[in-house]
């Protein structure tokens, strides 16, 4: 079998992650913060430790401002939701994942100006036009880090300083990016960063969190959600303090224990072995593609510029039809489809019938993209 | 024995705490707050009261947000 769905849910995981999560349920198997006894305080370590880890992975300048989620969707809406009211306007672009989409488009029918930017067929956006758009008095602007579709990675650091200019805060959807590539928050002046834990960061589905950038002033957000924290329970109002602000109900541990080792097993690789590893995989996909009749691949076709994804259709045939026999004939596994982007599928020109999307992860073998690239052109041409 | 307590907003803080104090070599517990004291948050931090001082500078010094530190016989 060859696994060719990592932006889905990354495959297979490190054996250290599935040990840090048997040992969390093993060794610090209490409710974190809630009783005080060794077991509550193990489980309390263990997380704020991951906190310490994903504010040093991403550089945010404060473990605080960690917000532990269930996957990026959570993170995105809590951000979007928490921080545009009636009146508001938003900037996006064109080619989001449905998770930073609907709720805007939810938002937008309840009082908030929605501007899209239009991005280019390869995913790429034009920042002049982008500035223009991001006027002053914009509130947020929501960018994807890397494109879910295409891989496209998206300037970020000057993304930021066009929504700074305006005044608006910058929230990035990196679900495909982190892991994938070094994120340094205060450097690129990334605000708000939401993340999810079981793609390439190597975690267990149901862990993800949003990140807030140490300076910016978190009681502009409003909760999603307001419970039990564990703190000031003599009070029947929420408490304002992060990360309890945006933390209530006991927590996943298990996840989060998954979310440190896989942070622990990219750093002990190094990120930028990890990068020229899938750079190496995205170019042997992109130039193999290329060569086969009849296959129109999708993106910059520049492994420079993406991360380790690759769509491509073929005339004639539907792509159901070819994620199908890949799986059933030659073993090898892929998402075809939308991808849950209708959006960027319409900017690279391939709606409504979707792509078959490759998308190679960490384990994934030089010699699998050669045998997973045969059977493609087989497959093409039988 | 004299302890102090020192309570915290949210229990992160206290692992924080923890963590700062610990490293620099000081002999700290977690431990239940203790009732009388109604803290904020379910877990509080215990030290030998005569390095009160210490304890507070390296809290102020790496940011650690604490609700009040109090005293205790034990
Ligand atoms: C770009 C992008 N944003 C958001 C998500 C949502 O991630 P999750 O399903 O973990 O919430 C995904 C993954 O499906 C994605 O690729």
Redesign the pocket.
Known sequence: MIYLDN??TSWPKPPEVLKAMTDALERSGGNPGRSGHRLSIEAARLIYQTREDIADFFNSGDPMGVIFTS????A?NLAIRGLLHPGDRAVTTSIE?N??MRPLRHLEKNGVELRVVPCAQDGTVDLADMAKTVTPGTKLLIS?FA??VVGTIMPIKQIAQIAHRAGALLLV?A??AAGALPIDMQEMGIDLLAF?G??ALLGSPGS?GLVIRAGVDASQIEPLMRGGTGSQSELEEHPDFLPDRFESGTPNLVGIASLQAGIGWLRQRGMDAVREHEKDLTRQIIEGLSQIPGIKVYGTLDAERCVAIVSFTVEGRTVSEIGMRLDEEYGVLVRVGLH??PAAHRTIGSFPEGTVRLAPGVFTTKKQIETALGAIARVVTT | MTYGVVLFHTTASAMQAEKVLSKAGLKVKLVPTPRQFSSDCGIALRFDWEQKGQVESLLTSNKVDTAAVRQMEQ
């Not at chain 1, 996957?71 to 959570?74: D, K």
């Open positions: 932006a889905a996957n990026a969707t959570h995105l994942h998770s930073v994807v494109s879910n959807d679900a495909q999810t079981h793609k993800g849950c982007a």
